[in-house]
Each structure stands twice: as C-alpha cells, then as structure tokens.
C-alpha cells in the first residue's frame, strides 16, 4: 500500500519567513498530488492540486513542486503570516478520475509574529 | 447547499449502541468519500462512492460499518454494536469526478462512545 511521510510533526517559523514542508511517498507513483489545510474542529480544504506531469504550481503566495524522481513533494508558503498558522496535509489518488486519496498525517505549522 | 453539511456534528454514545451519521454532499458532485480521523492520525479511508458504480467498502474497519447513499446525494454511514475505539470524527467529503478541484470536506462529526 501507499506509505506517505510529511516532515516533522511540527514546524515553527517567524513572520515573513518561508514555510517549506515536504511530502514523501513511497510505492507507486500517483496521477496527482493534492495539499490541504485544516483548522482545529474543521475538516480539510482543498489547496493546490499537481499532476505527475508538472513540476511546479503557484496559487498566489503557495508553491507547490512534484519531483516524481525523488517521489517528493515540496509546499511552499512565501511571505508567511500568523494566519497561515494551521496543519497542511498532503493527499496522494492513483488514477485519471477522483478515486480515493491517501492522506499523510499533515505538518503543524505555526507562524509567529 | 453551498457547502457538505454534516450531522451531528457531536455524538455521545454508549458502548454497543449503533449510530447514524448523515453527510448531505455538494449538488451535482457525483463522488462521495467517508474517511474517519483519530487524535493525533491520518485521515483514514473508509468508503468511496461514485455515481451508480458499486461502492469502494475496501476501508471499512468491520462489518459493523456501513454505508449507503440515496438518490446519488444523501449518505448515512452506519456503525452498530459501537465500540470505544470507534471514538473518532468521521469526515465526509464530496468531489466532482475527474475534477481538478480537490474534495470538498465537511466539518465532520465527532463521535465519542463511552
């Protein structure tokens, strides 16, 4: 089955830093790549999606990198802010269409002023 | 509705007692996901429906679990004879197939049993 390590359980950052967290995969390789942010009590919201042929995407001050070599993926949060203090999961699907998505156990972030 | 509205989103129960939990999906997304997440754990995967296709049960932990979905919307997962390890918040999302967009989560439904 699918193995899927997100670095660190915790990362602390000051204000206006860069936030990079890594998602490492094992097994097979995936049609796409998807990352998500959770607040306490809530459920996931959808972030960025990347497939297996991209190796970048940016969604305003995210980044998200696919290197398909080193089955790795890389989060970026650019110019970051206490509000973007929250636990980003990445999720990993096998196909062409929606099936169902292996989560990693997500990297807490906080974002200090 | 303009998000996945689930329900309750508390529930108390007493062990060997079953529960209902309701998960009313996004209009017109035709894929529908159950996963349950445990403190400190992953989301787990518990159920995949698609369409008018047979449901993906391979995640489901026991044969205590079900799950239906009525009309291609509404879905209620059900655990009977609960047990305390089933302690968990059960989320439910939903998804237009082949979508590039993601799932669309619900805030989920905590369950506890005691």
């Known amino acids: 089955s699918q193995k899927i390590e997100q670095n660190s359980e915790a990362l602390n950052i000051q204000e206006g830093k860069t936030a990079t967290l890594t998602c490492n995969y094992t097994?097979?390789?995936?049609?796409?790549l998807q990352w998500y942010r959770q607040d306490p009590g809530r459920g996931p919201v959808f972030l960025l999606l990347?497939?297996?042929?991209?190796k970048e995407k940016r969604k305003e001050r995210l980044k998200v990198t696919f290197d398909t070599t080193l089955k790795q993926s890389l989060f970026h949060i650019t110019a970051s802010q206490p509000a973007d203090s929250a636990t980003y999961l990445c999720?990993?699907?096998?196909?062409?269409?929606?099936?169902?998505?292996?989560f990693g156990r997500g990297t807490q972030l906080t974002v200090w002023p | 509705g303009a998000g996945v509205s689930q329900s309750p989103s508390n529930k108390v129960t007493e062990k060997g007692k079953d529960v209902e939990l309701r998960c009313d999906p996004i209009?017109?997304?035709?894929?529908l996901y159950w996963y349950r997440q445990s403190l400190g754990q992953g989301l787990e995967f518990l159920i995949y429906?698609?369409?008018?296709?047979?449901?993906?049960k391979s995640g489901l932990p026991s044969d205590r679990f079900s799950a239906e979905r009525t009309g291609g919307s509404v879905s209620t997962l059900t655990i009977q004879r609960t047990q305390q390890e089933d302690s968990a918040v059960y989320l439910c999302?939903?998804?237009?197939?082949?979508?590039?967009?993601?799932?669309?989560f619900g805030s989920g439904t905590r369950l506890t049993v005691v």
């Open positions: 429906f698609q369409g008018n296709s047979a449901p993906d």
């Open positions: 999720a990993l699907d096998r196909g062409s269409t929606l099936g169902r998505l292996y």
């Open positions: 999302a939903s998804s237009l197939a082949g979508s590039n967009y993601g799932y669309t």
């Open positions: 209009s017109g997304h035709t894929a």
């Open positions: 097994n097979y390789s995936p049609a796409y």
């Open positions: 990347i497939r297996e042929n991209e």
